[in-house]
Structures are given as C-alpha cells and as structure tokens.
C-alpha cells in the first residue's frame, strides 16, 4: 500500500515554515525524503535511519518515529527554491523496495 | 558518470501497439525499478530488481514486463499500450541498502492514444 502523505498541498509566503508529514502501513528501515521541480526527476533530500542518523540536506530537517511508522519533513524559512512535490519513499522490509507517497505540493511566493 | 539513462524521452503509442523504454545505469547498481507517475497519484511502483536475472512487481504491474539480464539495464515493455497506461514514467537505481539514495532518470513522457 502506497504510504500516505499529508497535506497534498500548500501555500506558503517566503520565509515561512510548513511541515510535510508521511505515514506507512509497514515496518520502516528508513525514510527517504525527495523533491521534485515541475518537469523534472525527483531528486533526493535526505535519508532518516532507525536510530535517529539523518544523512542529507543541510537546511531541511525531518524526524522518523519507527513505533509510530511515520516521517515529517520540516521546511523552515521557507525559499522560494522550495518550490516543488515532495515525496516520502519509506524503506520497508519484504523484499527491499523502495515505495513512494502520494506527493505534497509546496508552493512558496513572495 | 552518465548516472541513469531513459529513453525515449517522449512516445505516442496507438492503442495496441507495443513498444519498450529503455533505462541504463553505470554506477553498479544493484536495485533498479520503475515508476510511474500521474496527477494526484505520486510515483507508484511498477517493477523492481534487486539484482541480475531477479525481478518483482510492485503496486502497478498489469500490463508491463520488465527483464534484468544484466546489473546495467532494466528494461521495461508495454505489452499492448492502452489509453490507461499514458503517464510519466521514471526509472531509478540505487545500492541495495537501506541508507543510500535513489537516482532517477529524466523520466518518459508517455502518449496513448
């Protein structure tokens, strides 16, 4: 099952915070975290492992709660570079792929 | 380092047709998949191997073949293109392990018609 990601969308103005939230049905080895600008591949963010390693961005911050099976993603003084669809892709067991959620839309403006 | 090659990179099909996207990687992957992606959906899961002559499916697999007959290519084949099956389609490899990244394709514009 697809994991589900919360909210679909938002609109921010520049310099302001939004925090993007991804939850699984499964057991998670990791979170990856990735955006994608319109048109273009999705490229990554970061990595959220059991245990509370991060490895990627340094100006964007998530947490990864393994009990609860969830991910949120914090934008903070948002940019507009920021712009773009965020996707979760927890990495769960069973096979080892690499699923993705159903996509945020983040919009920042001046 | 070329990283993951798609092509085409743009295709109308007529229904019925067949036809196979190409996607190549050189850094020694061993986990390639496909994705495709439509409004409001996200990326889902097609196919995905996680090594040479190892294939699975994913969400989405009905109406797609794929083959890994070597770690570089993972090829996926429109049996018989419907209008459904129009979409964005990415490919993406990466190390078999839980704490490294994917790397995408530029992705396939797909047109059925």
């Known amino acids: 099952q697809q994991p589900v990601q919360s909210p679909q969308a938002v609109i921010l103005r520049e310099g302001e915070d939004a925090v993007i939230n991804c939850s699984s049905s499964?057991?998670?080895?990791?979170v990856h975290w990735y955006r994608q600008k319109h048109g273009e591949a999705p490229v990554f963010l970061m990595i959220?492992?059991?245990?509370?390693e991060q490895k990627g961005h340094e100006k964007i911050s998530a947490s990864f709660n393994e009990k609860k099976q969830q991910s949120s993603l914090y934008l903070t003084a948002s940019q507009l570079s920021y712009s773009g669809t965020y996707f979760c892709?927890?990495?769960?067991?069973?096979?080892?792929?690499?699923?993705f959620g159903t996509g945020t839309q983040l919009k920042v403006e001046l | 380092n070329a990283g993951v090659t798609q092509t085409p990179k743009f295709q109308v099909l007529k229904t019925g047709q067949s036809m196979t996207l190409q996607c190549a990687q050189d850094m020694n992957h061993e986990y390639m998949s496909w994705y495709r992606q439509d409004p409001g959906m996200g990326l889902r899961l097609i196919h995905y191997s996680v090594g040479a002559g190892i294939t699975d499916q994913g969400e989405v697999p009905n109406g797609y073949n794929v083959s890994r007959s070597t770690t570089e290519d993972f090829p996926l084949r429109l049996l018989s293109a419907a209008p459904s099956q129009t979409s964005v389609y990415f490919c993406?490899?990466?190390?078999?392990?839980?704490?490294?990244?994917?790397?995408f394709g530029q992705g396939t514009r797909l047109t059925v018609v």
């Open positions: 892709g927890p990495f769960t067991g069973g096979g080892n792929k690499l699923t």
């Open positions: 499964k057991a998670l080895y990791s």
């Open positions: 993406a490899s990466s190390r078999l392990t839980a704490d490294t990244e994917a790397f």
């Open positions: 959220l492992l059991k245990g509370g």
